[in-house]
């Protein structure tokens, strides 16, 4: 029922309007509004630009051919969205790969510091909140929508060092948010407070056993302490209690044992991510989630495409050397078919307590922090959408001129009803959200 309809209905009964609030929940009465259906978002991350014409198709519409790189995600063509001309247009301090990378997601300058990179003017970190984050905090503030952890950040082959070059997930300005590139590290973060849970039960239960035997041996005004400390326990409980009705609907996946997270490991370490962050979403431990492969200036050498440079020294190679271009082809699609991986999962896996299955109800985001490597352009970002929930119209290929990125943030904001007027620097907002239904 509408507002209109509800409005009505309690000038037709002559109720007054401070009953409404009450009546709501009252499912006979029909005047819920009805739920919105469950939304994910995942973003997934890949470095040092694409290869054009092995990437773009050369059609717009619906009538479109993949290219090579994309060819693994075939089978999902008519769920794809490919948008072509969305532009990474902030400027400032920074470097192309810098503002590449804290850019992508924030659209917003980096602050002023001393990190140096390429170019004359050194940078800090992103003066805002990313996309993710702010769709996160969004769905937190409500009840419905609230998760344990209301974003996860999964990494692959991500180093250690913290800097603009890796990091795209911010919580705010000057908050960079780290990717947890370990899965044994994640799996921990995910499912290791199970096993403390029934340790804490057992000594509780000794606790409150422990209370008893002293309460008639002291005094009136402790009597009044110690049942502040029951209290104490009785609500410590109460949480565990509450915590075991939310048991999984999926039980974690087995991880392989004993993969070190190094270079030569990145394809088991990625399908080990791949299987947590999927089996997070089943559990409802997070609504949102980052993928990030690498990093800006990623030098993984991808030895299992027989290719051993790295692969940023790569990405610089001018385009008539086309063994170089032939192997960033190879580590491209090899992105693409990671992304199949996680995309099949997605869409093999039936949507908990509904129907379909969870792509259904996921937007997975496959962007880049720059268009071409050699070039270090912001023109033309790959952003390739897959999956539904968002309302969007999918399977096209679409043709944009030089669109500033932010316009998608906002586009993917309204998607999920936080309906903000501007996202990241509010000039390159002009427009208004990208319309893509």
Same mark, same amino acid.
């Given at each position: 029922?509408?507002? +209109?309809?509800?409005?009505?209905?309690?000038?037709?009964?002559?109720?007054?309007?401070?009953?409404?609030?009450?009546?709501?929940?009252? $499912?006979?009465?029909?005047?819920?509004? %009805?739920?919105?259906?469950? &939304?994910?978002?995942?973003?997934?991350?890949?470095?040092?630009?694409? +290869?054009?014409?092995?990437?773009?198709?050369?059609?717009?519409?619906?009538?479109?051919?993949?290219?090579?790189?994309?060819?693994?995600? !075939?089978? *999902?063509?008519?769920?794809?969205?490919?948008?072509?001309?969305?532009?990474?247009?902030?400027?400032?301090?920074?470097?192309?790969?810098?503002?590449?990378? =804290?850019?992508?997601?924030?659209?917003?300058?980096? *602050?002023?510091?001393? +990190?140096?990179?390429?170019?004359?003017?050194?940078?800090? @970190?992103?003066?805002?909140? =990313?996309?993710?984050?702010?769709? #996160?905090?969004? *769905?937190?503030?409500?009840?419905?929508?609230?998760?344990?952890?209301?974003?996860?950040?999964?990494?692959?082959?991500?180093?250690?060092?913290?800097?603009? @070059?890796?990091?795209?997930?911010?919580?705010?300005?000057?908050?960079?948010?780290?990717?947890?590139?370990? %899965?044994?590290?994640?799996? /921990?973060?995910?499912?290791?407070?199970?096993?403390?849970?029934?340790?804490? &039960?057992?000594?509780?239960?000794?606790?409150?056993?422990?209370?008893?035997?002293?309460?008639?041996?002291?005094?009136?005004?402790?009597?009044?302490?110690?049942?502040?400390?029951?209290?104490?326990?009785?609500?410590?409980?109460?949480?565990?209690? !509450?915590?075991?009705? /939310?048991?999984?609907?999926?039980?974690? %996946?087995?991880?392989?044992?004993?993969?070190?997270? &190094?270079?030569?490991?990145? $394809?088991?370490?990625?399908?080990?991510?791949?299987?947590?962050?999927?089996?997070?979403?089943?559990?409802?431990?997070?609504?949102?989630?980052?993928?990030?492969?690498? #990093?800006?200036?990623?030098?993984?050498?991808?030895? @299992?495409?027989?290719?051993?440079?790295?692969?940023?020294?790569?990405?610089? !190679?001018?385009?008539?050397?086309?063994?170089?271009?032939?192997?960033?082809?190879? +580590?491209?699609?090899?992105?693409?078919?990671?992304?199949?991986?996680?995309?099949?999962?997605?869409?093999?896996?039936?949507?908990?307590?509904?129907?379909?299955?969870?792509?259904?109800?996921?937007?997975?985001?496959?962007?880049?922090?720059?268009?071409?490597?050699?070039?270090?352009?912001?023109?033309?970002? %790959?952003?390739?959408?897959?999956?539904?929930?968002?309302?969007?119209?999918?399977?096209?290929?679409? #043709?944009?001129?030089?669109?500033?990125?932010?316009?998608?943030?906002?586009?993917?904001?309204?998607?999920?009803?936080?309906?903000?007027?501007?996202?990241?620097? $509010?000039?390159?907002?002009?427009?208004? $959200?990208?319309s893509l239904s």
């Amino acid at each position: 029922m509408n507002a +209109i309809q509800r409005r009505q209905f309690v000038k037709t009964l002559g109720l007054s309007a401070a009953s409404l609030p009450f009546l709501m929940g009252l $499912p006979s009465l029909g005047l819920a509004s %009805p739920a919105r259906p469950r &939304q994910r978002l995942i973003i997934m991350f890949s470095p040092n630009g694409t +290869i054009p014409p092995a990437y773009w198709p050369d059609e717009a519409g619906s009538d479109f051919k993949l290219k090579e790189i994309m060819t693994p995600l !075939e089978a *999902f063509k008519d769920r794809m969205l490919i948008l072509h001309g969305l532009s990474n247009k902030v400027r400032g301090d920074g470097d192309g790969h810098m503002r590449g990378m =804290s850019c992508l997601l924030t659209g917003i300058e980096l *602050f002023p510091g001393n +990190i140096q990179g390429g170019s004359d003017t050194p940078a800090g @970190w992103a003066s805002g909140i =990313s996309i993710d984050q702010e769709i #996160k905090a969004y *769905f937190q503030s409500k009840e419905e929508t609230r998760t344990r952890f209301g974003s996860l950040e999964f990494g692959v082959g991500v180093t250690d060092r913290a800097d603009p @070059w890796t990091r795209m997930s911010y919580a705010g300005p000057n908050k960079p948010v780290a990717p947890i590139s370990d %899965p044994y590290q994640m799996y /921990q973060k995910l499912y290791g407070q199970l096993k403390d849970k029934e340790s804490l &039960q057992s000594v509780l239960d000794d606790v409150r056993g422990d209370l008893k035997k002293v309460r008639k041996l002291i005094s009136a005004e402790d009597r009044r302490l110690l049942e502040d400390h029951e209290a104490l326990v009785r609500q410590m409980e109460k949480e565990i209690s !509450e915590a075991d009705r /939310q048991k999984l609907r999926i039980e974690p %996946p087995t991880l392989e044992e004993g993969v070190a997270d &190094q270079n030569d490991n990145v $394809p088991r370490l990625s399908r080990m991510q791949v299987d947590l962050l999927v089996n997070s979403f089943v559990n409802d431990m997070a609504r949102v989630a980052t993928l990030q492969y690498t #990093k800006s200036v990623g030098q993984a050498r991808m030895k @299992w495409l027989d290719v051993s440079n790295g692969h940023h020294e790569l990405s610089h !190679e001018p385009d008539k050397n086309e063994e170089a271009q032939d192997k960033l082809v190879r +580590i491209n699609k090899w992105f693409a078919a990671e992304l199949n991986y996680l995309v099949q999962k997605l869409a093999g896996t039936p949507e908990p307590g509904g129907a379909g299955n969870l792509l259904d109800n996921t937007l997975v985001v496959w962007t880049n922090e720059l268009g071409k490597g050699n070039s270090h352009t912001l023109d033309n970002i %790959p952003f390739l959408l897959i999956g539904g929930g968002f309302g969007f119209q999918m399977g096209r290929s679409v #043709k944009l001129e030089k669109v500033p990125h932010n316009r998608l943030h906002l586009a993917l904001a309204h998607a999920v009803g936080h309906r903000i007027e501007t996202f990241g620097k $509010p000039a390159l907002c002009e427009g208004g $959200p990208l319309s893509l239904s």
